[in-house]
């Protein structure tokens, strides 16, 4: 059964509006009709089951069936920290990170990133990246999208990853110490930042500052991997590593 977003606003007793992008895709591409059912989450990750009660060409009335507290957030919030990759790989990872449960991504911009935004496509980029979430947690029913930051400097988003309890730098120069070991020393932890560098890697000095902000390196494995291939990896494996029986 599809799943579609509904503002909180919008929700009055046991009916929902729904309009604009949402209905359209719902009357238009679907071709969901009067009767029909469907699910839906709103801006707190309340879910619901809903019927649709009357449909115009633009908006559609639903009467709420069921509804479901907020799935329960992950065992440790994840924030993921990665260097802006070239043309659309940030959506790739956004779209599995908000799959796998990943709490915060926030993209930034290093001395070896290739892209550069200016404040104007910064601005739009963000939002291209939280209707990909969006959209991503839809398809997975999940009813929760990662924050997403906007584009920020290393320093700034060092900075902003400052409250996790713990923090992992991947280097592909680090052949000593692999991503279980370095997880196996942050067993109580309830925040773990993952920083992943873009195409070009990390600088020397840029690692060095990294673990001066608290960041332990970690590698995964012998192999050179790809931006995009590196944070599904190390977000799956952290996920995986931190996840109750």
Request: charged share 25%; aromatic share 8%; hydrophobic share 40%.
């Amino acid at each position: 059964m599809p799943t579609f977003f509904v503002d909180r606003g919008n929700i009055s007793g046991d009916t929902a509006v729904l309009s604009g992008t949402e209905a359209g895709h719902m009357l238009r591409s679907l071709r969901l009709r009067t009767g029909d059912s469907f699910y839906a989450f709103d801006e707190v990750g309340n879910r619901y089951r809903m019927r649709i009660l009357e449909a115009t060409s633009r908006s559609l009335r639903a009467e709420v069936l069921e509804s479901f507290p907020p799935e329960p957030p992950p065992e440790v919030a994840v924030t993921l920290l990665v260097g802006l990759p070239k043309a659309d790989k940030m959506d790739f990872i956004l779209e599995k990170a908000t799959e796998l449960g990943c709490s915060r991504v926030i993209p930034f911009r290093s001395s070896r990133t290739i892209p550069r935004l200016d404040a104007r496509d910064a601005g739009k980029r963000l939002l291209r990246w939280e209707r990909i979430a969006l959209a991503a947690a839809k398809q997975c029913g999940s009813g929760r999208a990662p924050d997403i930051s906007p584009l920020l400097s290393f320093p700034d988003a060092l900075r902003a990853a400052s409250a996790a309890e713990g923090k992992v730098l991947f280097y592909e120069g680090e052949g000593r110490f692999g991503l279980k070991k370095v997880l196996g020393r942050m067993a109580h932890a309830s925040s773990v930042a993952l920083l992943i560098g873009p195409e070009g890697g990390f600088s020397e000095d840029e690692v060095k500052e990294a673990e001066g902000a608290g960041f332990l390196r970690a590698g995964l494995g012998a192999r050179i991997l790809r931006v995009e291939t590196a944070a599904v990896a190390a977000l799956g494996m952290t996920m995986y590593h931190f996840e109750k029986e």
